[in-house]
């Protein structure tokens, strides 16, 4: 809990150097990565996970499989006895956490000073409600942060919102699936609604921060349609199933199955974002390699 009491905290050059950094450890110790490779089948036999059918009809062989998606969806592409229908049922009930909307602004060079830090803004008496709203009275609040400019570091390049939306604002289009590999239009009707949600959120934006205005050079707008297509979250979901404080050990889902090769890990399985992640792996591999002292090692690294 130390990490969210000190605040947040920003990677220069941003949070994909995590992806790349974490790829090349991979790729040094002779691992492979498949990308643009969906998986739409796990092939279970004599109680092992024995191959995975991607796509393309090709197979992926392991010893080990670790899913880090979310688990009802794993479930969907598993047959197997040896899951009980009850614990089919628990994971696909569980609720799942609100959408987001979020609009990435590419500004002018040179016009806005980069400011290190973070803005959260909420509505007088709704902060614990911003998602219990009503088409028109959207939105009831956002998180706003700078992105520096790497060539000239005073001034910011891009910003990001961030603010909640419910799946069921863009469900008459959930139909549809756009992603960079299949890019279909969802049509017309769908891109006057991105546009018009993105004044929206602007005008209450340069309430308080004017000086964004004539500044934007472009933006482009993501809804929880974009969210479920990328990170196959269903409903878009941005911090994956929802907790409930009052019965904590409820919400607990092990990383370890009924079947002994078969994990599960990422933000569905303890806590969300990125810290939640990085902490659901580090109970994952303790229970793949059965090394219970790794937490000892990370500290005394």
């Known amino acids: 809990?130390?990490?969210?009491?000190?605040?947040?905290?920003?990677?220069?050059?941003?949070?994909?150097?995590?992806?790349?950094?974490?790829?090349?450890?991979?790729?040094?110790?002779?691992?492979?990565?498949?990308?643009?490779?969906?998986?739409?089948?796990?092939?279970e036999k004599d109680g092992l996970i024995n191959h995975l059918v991607l796509e393309d009809d090709s197979i992926?062989?392991?010893?080990?499989?670790?899913?880090?998606?979310?688990?009802?969806?794993?479930?969907?592409?598993?047959?197997?006895?040896k899951i009980r229908s009850r614990y089919r049922q628990r994971i696909e009930n569980r609720e799942n956490t609100m959408s987001s909307f979020s609009l990435y602004i590419v500004l002018k060079a040179k016009?806005?000073?980069?400011?290190?830090?973070?803005?959260?803004?909420?509505?007088?008496?709704?902060?614990?409600?911003?998602?219990?709203y009503n088409f028109d009275e959207w939105p009831l609040g956002y998180g706003l942060y700078f992105n520096r400019d790497r060539k000239n570091p005073e001034y910011a390049s891009s910003i990001s919102i961030l603010t909640l939306m419910k799946f069921e604002d863009v469900k008459k289009w959930s139909h549809t699936f756009h992603t960079s590999r299949h890019e279909v239009s969802r049509g017309?009707?769908?891109?006057?609604?991105?546009?018009?949600?993105s004044e929206k959120l602007l005008d209450w934006v340069y309430e308080k921060f004017p000086q964004l205005?004539?500044?934007?050079?472009?933006f482009?707008?993501?809804?929880?349609?974009?969210?479920?297509?990328?990170?196959?979250?269903?409903?878009?979901?941005?911090?994956g199933v929802q907790k409930d404080y009052n019965t904590p050990l409820e919400?607990?889902?092990?990383?370890?199955?009924?079947?002994?090769?078969?994990?599960?890990t990422g933000q569905n399985i303890n806590l969300h974002g990125?810290?939640?992640?990085?902490?659901?792996?580090?109970?994952?591999?303790?229970?793949?390699?059965?090394?219970?002292?790794?937490?000892?090692?990370?500290k005394n690294a």
């Open 60 to 81: 992926v062989e392991s010893k080990q499989f670790v899913s880090a998606i979310s688990p009802a969806e794993t479930l969907k592409m598993l047959h197997s006895g």
């Open 251 to 264: 919400n607990i889902i092990s990383p370890r199955t009924k079947i002994p090769n078969l994990f599960l």
């Open 213 to 218: 205005m004539g500044n934007i050079s472009s």
């Open 220 to 239: 482009y707008a993501a809804t929880p349609l974009t969210n479920r297509d990328y990170i196959g979250q269903r409903d878009g979901a941005i911090y």
């Open 1 to 43: 809990m130390n990490s969210y009491i000190q605040s947040s905290w920003k990677l220069p050059g941003g949070g994909s150097q995590i992806v790349k950094i974490l790829s090349g450890i991979l790729r040094n110790s002779g691992g492979e990565i498949l990308r643009n490779k969906e998986v739409k089948k796990i092939v």
């Open 188 to 197: 017309v009707d769908y891109e006057r609604f991105k546009y018009e949600r």
């Open 274 to 298: 990125i810290l939640g992640t990085s902490l659901s792996a580090i109970l994952t591999c303790m229970m793949l390699l059965g090394d219970n002292s790794l937490i000892d090692k990370i």
């Open 111 to 132: 016009t806005i000073r980069y400011e290190n830090c973070n803005y959260y803004y909420q509505k007088r008496g709704r902060i614990w409600s911003l998602g219990d």
